[in-house]
C-alpha cells in the first residue's frame, strides 16, 4: 500500500539552526501539506502546496519557514533559524485533490526538538 | 472560520464496552468532517469521513460516526472496546473549499483512548 515517508523520524538540532524536514508524499498525488502538532497541542496546518506553488499558509508559517519540492518525489520544510518553541511533531500529508475532498495520506511524523 | 471541540483529553473503558468519543463542530458552510487514528509512534490514519451523503458513517475497524447538523456533532462510536483500540483520536472539520480555500482540515485537541482489560 503506498504510503507517505517522512524522514528523520526525530531530529535535535539546537536553537538558531536551520532543519529540512523530508517528506516523500504518494506518487501520483498533487497536493503536499505540512502541519504541526506541539506536545498536549492541536494538529495544526502550517501550508499547503499545489502545483509547484504555495496555494495556501496559515499564519504560523511565517518567513522562517519554507517549502520546496525540489525534484518529482521529495517535498521538504525548512525552518531557516530554529526557536525552543518549534518544538513540534511535523507531519506531512499527500491527496491526489483537495484535502476537504479526497482522503489526505499522512507520514508518521518528524519529532523535531530544538535545544 | 471553522474549529473542532473534542470533549475529553482522555477517555478510558473496559474491553467490550461501549466506546464514544465526542466531536462538535462550527462552521459557516456545510462540512465535511473526519476522524483520524494515531496509534503510538505511527502518523494518523483515516477512520471515517463524512462528506453528505448518508449521515451515518462507518469506517475501518469497526467504528462509526453519525452527523447531527442539529446538534453540530459528529461523535465517534464502537460498540465492543478491543484493546488494539488503544490510540489517541482527531477529530477534524473541512470547509470543502469553499472560496477557494483549499479545503485544509483543522483538527481537534484529540483524545486518548485507553482500554482496560
Known amino acids: 500500500e503506498p504510503e507517505v515517508t517522512q524522514t528523520p523520524s526525530h531530529q535535535v538540532t539546537q536553537m538558531g539552526q536551520e532543519v529540512i524536514l523530508r517528506c516523500v508524499p504518494i506518487s501520483n498525488h498533487l497536493y503536499f501539506y505540512w502541519y504541526r502538532q506541539i506536545l498536549g497541542q492541536k494538529v495544526e496546518f502550517l501550508v499547503s502546496?499545489?502545483?509547484?506553488?504555495?496555494?495556501?499558509k496559515s499564519e504560523i508559517f511565517d518567513d522562517q519557514f519554507s517549502v520546496e519540492r525540489p525534484d518529482g518525489s521529495n517535498f521538504t520544510l525548512k525552518i531557516r533559524s530554529t526557536k525552543l518553541e518549534d518544538s513540534a511533531m511535523y507531519f506531512c500529508?499527500?491527496?491526489?485533490?483537495?484535502?476537504?475532498?479526497?482522503?489526505?495520506?499522512f507520514g508518521q511524523g518528524t519529532r523535531l526538538t530544538v535545544v | 472560520a471553522q474549529s473542532v471541540t473534542q470533549l475529553g483529553s482522555h477517555v478510558s473503558v473496559s474491553e467490550g464496552a461501549l466506546v464514544l468519543l465526542r466531536c462538535n463542530y462550527s462552521?459557516?458552510?456545510?462540512?465535511?468532517l473526519f476522524w483520524y487514528v494515531q496509534y503510538p509512534n505511527q502518523g494518523l490514519q483515516l477512520l471515517l469521513k463524512?462528506?453528505?451523503?448518508?449521515?451515518l458513517v462507518k469506517g475501518i475497524n469497526g467504528f462509526e460516526a453519525e452527523f447531527k447538523k442539529s446538534e453540530t456533532s459528529f461523535h465517534l462510536t464502537k460498540p465492543s472496546a478491543h484493546m488494539s483500540d488503544a490510540a489517541e483520536y482527531f477529530c477534524?472539520?473541512?470547509?470543502?473549499?469553499?472560496?477557494?480555500?483549499?479545503?485544509?482540515?483543522?483538527f481537534g485537541k484529540g483524545t486518548k483512548l485507553s482500554v482496560k482489560p
Open positions: 502546496f499545489y502545483n509547484n506553488e504555495i496555494s495556501e
Open positions: 477534524a472539520v473541512s470547509d470543502r473549499g469553499y472560496g477557494g480555500s483549499q479545503g485544509n482540515l483543522i
Open positions: 500529508a499527500s491527496s491526489e485533490g483537495r484535502a476537504g475532498n479526497t482522503e489526505a495520506f
Open positions: 462552521s459557516s458552510v456545510p462540512p465535511y
Open positions: 463524512y462528506t453528505s451523503a448518508a449521515t
